[in-house]
């Protein structure tokens, strides 16, 4: 299967301006979820939308690493690429975060909470020594469906990283410190992060308020 190429998500890494997604852009993209899994796929699309998580970390989740803890639920993310491994905190009181709660404790702990939306795929890449290698890749049935599920929501549809830069730039336009955002991305070092922080539609109107 070839890679699927996003233009929303090219532009916005060039540009560095991003149209922040609401949850009114998240419920329009869940009522596009249509098919036998669709209780499994609006728990995946809430959990990289409030997480902020890599897609590979999201599809790596168990059953087992969703718990509660009073009104919250934790989702431990495992950590990749050299990423750490860390909690996320989401409040119960979220009905697609209670749907997320809900799907791991119907399923074996050891079972992948997204298993139908894993699949692997052998990709013969370069690194950045120009050494040739393989690649195996779990997400790119994924990508495959985020395109249809979001297509009516940003023209084109787009890329599961998307909702990884979108978590932590809207964290950083509500105030959130480069040391929580680093925490929350799993960053050993504030390098890593500036790259995912881009200036949102609504944050560029702001600032020419503050410039009138």
Do not use: C
Request: without cysteine.
């Amino acid at each position: 299967m070839a890679k699927i190429s996003n233009v929303n998500y090219e532009k916005f890494l060039k540009e560095g301006v991003i149209t922040t997604l609401s949850e009114l852009d998240i419920i329009k993209a869940m009522n596009n979820i249509k098919g036998r899994y669709d209780k499994e796929a609006r728990a995946l699309v809430a959990t990289l939308y409030y997480t902020g998580g890599r897609p590979v970390e999201v599809l790596d989740v168990k059953a087992k690493d969703v718990t509660r803890e009073s009104h919250y639920i934790i989702i431990r993310l495992r950590g990749a690429k050299g990423g750490l491994p860390r909690p996320i905190y989401l409040s119960i009181r979220n009905a697609y975060v209670k749907e997320i709660y809900d799907l791991a404790k119907s399923l074996f702990g050891e079972i992948y909470l997204f298993y139908h939306y894993r699949g692997k795929y052998s990709r013969h890449t370069v690194n950045k020594k120009g050494e040739p290698q393989n690649y195996i890749e779990i997400s790119y049935k994924l990508r495959y469906h985020f395109k249809r599920w979001f297509d009516n929501v940003i023209e084109g549809g787009i890329n599961p990283y998307y909702l990884r830069h979108n978590r932590f730039s809207k964290l950083a336009e509500k105030g959130a410190t480069m040391e929580q955002i680093r925490l929350i991305k799993g960053a050993k070092s504030f390098n890593s992060i500036t790259p995912y922080i881009h200036l949102s539609t609504r944050g560029a109107k702001q600032i020419s308020k503050i410039n009138d």
